[in-house]
């Protein structure tokens, strides 16, 4: 089973930019499809962004494309943010799930639903502010 934790949060202006990584203390992370998700205060979850097991496809919210990078390597997954925004604000989560079908799904939100992740992490809060 994977656990998953989630660094690289903190206090950044506006107009800066972070990575966040998400490491496993489990089971190899590659062998996994991978989600970062975000969720700011009264709001719900949202996926931001998801990469295959393979990291040969990557798919992103409208909302971020263009300052979200998603990226892996053999241990971590990571999310590069550029140009925050307050809108940004929120704990980040990334997620796994056990069965990676994304080509199947390419071009769906269905990678970037919570609901189908099985592994979470307890995320790691960024705020945005000067």
């Known amino acids: 089973q994977v656990q998953l934790v989630e660094s690289g949060g903190g206090l950044v202006q506006p107009g800066g930019s972070l990575r966040l990584s998400c490491s496993s203390s489990?089971?190899?992370?590659?062998?996994?499809?991978i989600g970062w998700f975000r969720q700011a205060p009264g709001k719900e979850r949202e996926g931001v962004a998801a990469?295959?097991?393979?990291?040969?496809i990557t798919f992103y919210a409208d909302s971020v494309k263009g300052r979200f990078t998603i990226s892996r390597d053999y241990e971590q997954v990571y999310l590069q943010i550029t140009n925050v925004n307050p809108e940004d604000t929120a704990v980040y989560y990334c997620?796994?799930?056990?069965?990676?079908?994304?080509?199947?799904?390419?071009?769906?939100?269905?990678?970037?639903?919570?609901?189908?992740?099985?592994?979470w992490g307890l995320g790691t809060q960024v705020t945005v502010s000067e």
């Open positions: 990469i295959s097991s393979s990291g040969d």
């Open positions: 997620a796994a799930r056990d069965v990676d079908d994304f080509k199947k799904y390419y071009g769906t939100t269905y990678y970037l639903t919570p609901a189908k992740y099985d592994y």
């Open positions: 489990g089971s190899r992370l590659d062998y996994y499809a």
